[in-house]
């Protein structure tokens, strides 16, 4: 890394190298069977540098070829973006603890005994379901420095494990779906079978809803497409576009005062923590919403230059060869006063909706969401009486959670990457085919 700034300064202005490397062991069982075993590693190293006033980007997995990198980023910035801010400097950085060496340690053995386990306990319930599990144990490390002196690393741990079960029965074909991560082994598999488990006898039998206005409640794993507008308005980018809604709203109360959402970086225990973003800017628990009130917005150096803010440490990058962009890390939403067996109880007649298909193709700058319920429950005098099918749901989500929360429970669920509760919303439009 050294050698590619040294090379790169003599050239450019200012540089940027960045160095990720990373290992992972996937075991795949599919339709109730052992499908595959893997291991993989990649390494790769990315540069930035500002030459001229432009930002220039490259990549390679050869890193010892500095000469190549650098003349390729060079090439590049004749044509790149306005260099209107500056690389990170050196920062306080926060100690986050997400690596477990126990990880590390985990066998193929063990996980093919993990994943056998769920599939056996599921199927248990009747020959004919199939059951699909995807364990993987993985370990990264990311390195950053630059021409102002910033050089910092992290290294970290991730075991996620996702159920999937279906089962076709006549016409009827029931999909559920669960999925949780950690920076630890210890994911509370139990819990997550006893919810597909769950998830599969409420849904055996069908039950019809009409098309109305109904409270209807969004499990943690329904949440994200709810939030996706607000991160997306949130954005800096969209924000110094100017087709953001939320451009001038910082400070204004937008939300129900009992709505709070952060991103949370740097959170102890989740495998995508870090205690600096992909820029090298010092990472942090960021309010965007704190009691309704707009807080943050979620900006990069880039976006934090042009609105004249500072960087709040949200640049992502997706892979070693893109160039670092905002993104979302540790979402989450603060819990509410609410048990959740009494927020089912006092339903008299909605739903439950735990899976959305296509609400992301939407508008998200209008807050509207749309989409199809592929899992969802009709809950009629407070009882999960079936599942429903061929409904849409329709909800401005700006309004909802402003004006029509009737509850967050207490309880949350924290799926690594996640961590929410379950939020009951009022006068939710449905659509049910007749």
Request: proline share 3%.
């Amino acid at each position: 890394m050294q050698k590619i700034l040294d090379v790169a300064l003599v050239h450019a202005e200012a540089a940027e190298v960045y160095r990720k490397t990373s290992s992972s062991t996937p075991v795949e069982f599919s339709n109730n069977k052992l499908k595959s075993i893997d291991t993989s590693f990649s390494e790769g190293v990315a540069l930035r540098v500002m030459k001229e006033g432009r930002v220039g980007f490259s990549s390679t997995t050869k890193q010892h070829d500095a000469s190549t990198l650098v003349s390729n980023a060079l090439a590049t910035a004749q044509f790149g973006a306005d260099a209107v801010f500056e690389f990170a400097p050196t920062a306080e950085f926060a100690n986050v603890r997400n690596f477990d060496s126990g990880v590390v340690q985990i066998g193929v053995e063990q996980m093919v005994d993990v994943g056998r386990q769920i599939v056996e306990s599921v199927s248990a319930l009747d020959p004919n379901v199939m059951v699909s599990v995807s364990i993987e144990k993985a370990c990264d490390k990311c390195e950053i420095a630059n021409s102002r002196g910033l050089w910092v690393s992290h290294e970290s741990t991730s075991y996620s494990v996702s159920v999937s079960a279906e089962i076709v029965e006549g016409e009827n074909f029931l999909q559920v779906y669960d999925v949780a991560s950690s920076a630890s082994a210890g994911i509370p598999v139990d819990d997550m079978v006893s919810r597909i488990k769950q998830k599969i006898v409420s849904g055996r039998k069908n039950a019809k809803i009409s098309s109305g206005k109904y409270p209807v409640l969004f499990t943690p794993l329904a949440l994200a497409d709810i939030l996706r507008p607000i991160l997306a308005c949130a954005n800096g980018t969209a924000v110094h576009k100017g087709f953001s809604p939320f451009k001038d709203k910082l400070g204004e109360r937008l939300f129900a005062a009992s709505f709070d959402l952060y991103c949370d970086s740097v959170r102890d225990g989740s495998p995508s923590s870090t205690p600096f973003d992909a820029e090298g800017v010092a990472a942090r628990r960021l309010p965007i919403v704190k009691e309704g009130i707009l807080e943050q917005f979620m900006l990069d150096l880039r976006t934090a230059s042009l609105l004249r803010r500072a960087a709040t440490g949200s640049a992502v990058r997706h892979s070693v060869d893109s160039a670092p962009d905002i993104g979302v890390v540790g979402l989450e939403l603060s819990p509410g006063d609410g048990a959740l067996d009494k927020m089912v109880a006092q339903i008299r007649k909605g739903l439950i909706v735990d899976l959305l298909m296509g609400a992301w193709s939407g508008n998200p700058f209008g807050g509207v969401v749309n989409g199809n319920v592929m899992l969802g429950f009709v809950v009629e005098d407070g009882e999960v009486v079936g599942r429903c099918k061929d409904v849409m749901l329709s909800c401005n989500v700006f309004e909802a959670l402003r004006e029509q929360i009737i509850a967050i429970s207490k309880e949350r669920e924290d799926r690594g990457e996640t961590l929410f509760p379950h939020v009951l919303l009022d006068g939710l439009g449905v659509a049910a085919r007749a």
